[in-house]
């Protein structure tokens, strides 16, 4: 059975920084677009990066320069976050797939869908 689980998240300062990651099992995601999604309290999700199997990567607006996207093995992905501000505080959570693009144009789609393999998220709280 697939399986995505996050790990990483915690409370931190504003200017601090976490690394995230997401563990696959069940599966070779080599070939898979692999992304990171937020969701914080009474908000919609919002696509924070991806990284296409060709190792392209994607950005939001909001994170980019701060956060980093990698894939540390065939099944493992990161979120380097640095310099976080209050605003990024949200559920975090690891998604994959294989079709459907993986560009941030792509993003809204996927969130809506809600199809390929999505992990239960963890927790990044950044206090001011």
């Known amino acids: 059975q697939v399986q995505l689980v996050e790990s990483g998240g915690g409370s931190v300062q504003a200017g601090g920084s976490l690394r995230l990651s997401c563990a696959a099992s069940g599966h070779t995601y080599a070939t898979y677009c692999m992304a990171w999604f937020r969701q914080a309290p009474g908000k919609e999700r919002e696509g924070v990066a991806s990284?296409?199997?060709?190792?392209?990567t994607f950005y939001a607006d909001s994170v980019k320069g701060r956060f980093t996207i990698s894939r540390d093995t065939a099944s493992t992905l990161s979120l380097q976050m640095n310099s976080l501000k209050p605003e990024d505080t949200a559920m975090y959570y690891c998604a994959a797939r294989t079709t459907g693009g993986c560009s941030n144009g792509a993003w809204r789609a996927w969130i809506v869908l809600r199809d390929g393999y999505w992990g239960q998220g963890t927790q990044v709280t950044v206090s001011p």
């Open positions: 990284i296409s199997d060709t190792g392209l």
